[in-house]
């Protein structure tokens, strides 16, 4: 499936879709908005045979982006076990400051999986 966020400026969030139509979360009847979105580049193999069963690797470090306040920033992800946190760091190795609020975190296979567009100045 695809996902899809886009900024929402009087929110200063990200309104999530997927394939094509808004994602509603079944609790709240409201389309799904974060303040922070994590895209992490990662190894994801399938498993069990069927579509949709994959493996996610979560440990060690890989490339990152961050979108947030309507910006995109490149960067790097890293996990030393699984029962680390994950640290995730600008482009310069400084720990990103995210938005207060909630973050959604997208793991996909490679940056070709990832289509970014800017809304302008």
Do not use: M
């Amino acid at each position: 499936f695809q996902a899809k966020f886009v900024y929402n400026l009087e929110g200063n969030d990200y309104l999530k879709y997927v394939a094509g139509n808004p994602h509603v979360d079944r609790e709240t009847g409201e389309q799904i908005r974060v303040k922070n979105v994590i895209v992490q580049i990662t190894d994801i193999v399938n498993v069990g045979g069927e579509p949709g069963h994959v493996a996610v690797r979560t440990t060690g470090e890989g490339q990152a982006f961050y979108f947030l306040d309507g910006k995109g920033i490149s960067g790097t992800w890293r996990r030393e076990g699984v029962d680390d946190p994950f640290a995730y760091l600008d482009q310069d190795g400084a720990p990103v400051k995210f938005n207060r609020g909630q973050i959604w975190v997208c793991f996909v296979p490679s940056e070709e999986n990832l289509a970014a567009t800017s809304l302008g100045d």
